[in-house]
């Protein structure tokens, strides 16, 4: 829709309301709801916002800032039709003088597009968001307790609890201009993945907020609890978020190499190995909660070495078999508590420094990394990913390539975020040591 139908609908009194949306550091989606009637000047400026309000952008003293929407996010709120039309707008954070919020996620992301682009990259990607539905309680409680089934990979009624719900996401999804290409139930009790297309790499960083937003919402509106937290309960697999990411060059896609081996191109080898070699200083940031790391454990799944394959799902990197303009790499240990403006711009960022300093990949294992023993991963040079957010953070304060993308602003800021968080968690005591120790000792 263009600004003048846009705004055409707003003087035919058809739309009531606009939801004006920013993601914050730590990729909590945040709104501000205006009249309708509001939109044409806002258009035309802007819509001023108290910064400093927002975590991770400006102190008090500096915090007048624009919110500048972003017309191509344009999409109608299926559940918000009893007062008339709603629609939402991602929006572009500005600072007083029209110039990018440095301090900006999405901004971030665009930094590392426009990084890409002058070397003749168009980066396109694709996420496997996966979350648990379950019965809503006041108070969460540890246990299966709120499992709405037992289900496993690919189960339907009356084994799937969530199948009519996550029927209404999707459509919800498609109204919102989503094409969904796949919605089914996963490998845990009450987890769902709803897969939608693969599309250039900014438009994804958006649909993954949307996706969340959406998510939770509908399962409100049923009754249920939407989460995405990586380990939510102990004993079954998590929840991850893999990336499809590709890069194309002239209208073609850079990653296909009918002439070489496995059909990949020197600039996916090259982007494979810049990913591999910065995996453990961006993993704080794919992986950014403490509970990140309860899923990155052996045995549930969930990649937890440095190393890429060929179709084997025990890799952090995997080949899928298809070729030609389908050729893609699936980044596997990201999960989707990760603010994905920022995932991106490093998954990106990270592939484009090996392109351009031509790193070679180690060899592609075939082996099944889950059950290799340590003295056959030394001797593949495969190292483990971090342990804990304090060991991430360990490694991303000291990465140049990190520092870089991020800007000093988001950097700092995110890092300081996380030790706080950090430090929060260990001065915590838990269930299971009140458990383990209480009448012990």
Request: with cysteine; glycine share 8%; hydrophobic share 40%.
């Amino acid at each position: 829709m263009t600004k003048e139908e846009l705004i055409q609908e707003v003087e035919e009194g058809t739309l009531k309301f606009v939801r004006l949306q920013i993601t914050d550091i730590n990729g909590m989606l945040k709104n501000v709801e205006v009249p309708a009637k509001m939109l044409p000047q806002i258009l035309e400026r802007g819509a001023m916002f108290d910064g400093s309000s927002i975590d991770g952008f400006v102190r008090i003293e500096e915090s007048d800032m624009y919110l500048k929407p972003d017309l191509s996010t344009l999409a109608s709120l299926p559940w918000d039709g009893n007062q008339g039309k709603t629609i939402r707008l991602i929006c572009d954070v500005c600072k007083p003088d029209c110039s990018p919020f440095e301090g900006d996620p999405r901004y971030v992301l665009k930094r590392v597009i426009e990084k890409a682009a002058e070397k003749g990259f168009e980066a396109f990607a694709g996420p496997e968001p996966e979350f648990f539905m379950v019965k809503k309680e006041k108070n969460f409680v540890r246990g299966d307790t709120r499992f709405l089934d037992t289900g496993s990979y690919f189960d339907l009624l009356p084994v799937d609890g969530g199948e009519e719900v996550r029927k209404k996401i999707v459509l919800s999804l498609q109204e919102m201009g989503f094409e969904v290409e796949a919605a089914h139930h996963e490998v845990a009790p009450s987890q769902h993945e709803i897969d939608f297309k693969y599309t250039d790499i900014l438009k994804t960083a958006d649909n993954i907020q949307t996706f969340k937003w959406v998510v939770k919402t509908m399962a409100i509106m049923n009754g249920m609890h939407a989460t995405f937290m990586p380990k939510p309960f102990q004993g079954v697999n998590g929840s991850g978020m893999h990336i499809h990411l590709s890069l194309f060059r002239d209208g073609q896609n850079a990653f296909y190499d009918s002439a070489s081996e496995h059909g990949l191109s020197e600039v996916a080898l090259s982007f494979i190995g810049g990913l591999i070699a910065h995996a453990r200083e961006i993993t704080a940031i794919t992986n950014p909660t403490v509970n990140s790391y309860k899923r990155l454990l052996p045995g549930y799944e969930a990649p937890v070495n440095i190393s890429w394959a060929l179709g084997n799902r025990s890799a952090m990197i995997r080949i899928p078999s298809a070729r030609g303009e389908a050729t893609r790499l699936e980044f596997r240990s990201p999960d989707p508590t990760c603010n994905p403006y920022l995932a991106l711009a490093l998954t990106l960022a990270a592939g484009l420094d090996g392109i351009e300093k031509k790193i070679v990949p180690p060899n592609p294992v075939g082996e099944n990394i889950f059950n290799m023993k340590g003295s056959r991963k030394k001797q593949l040079m495969i190292e483990n990913l971090p342990q804990s957010l304090w060991h991430a953070l360990e490694s991303t304060r000291e990465s140049e390539l990190v520092k870089n993308t991020l800007g000093e602003h988001v950097f700092s800021t995110f890092v300081r975020s996380k030790e706080s968080e950090w430090n929060e968690y260990t001065a915590s005591v838990t269930d299971w040591e009140v458990e383990k120790y209480m009448e012990l000792y």
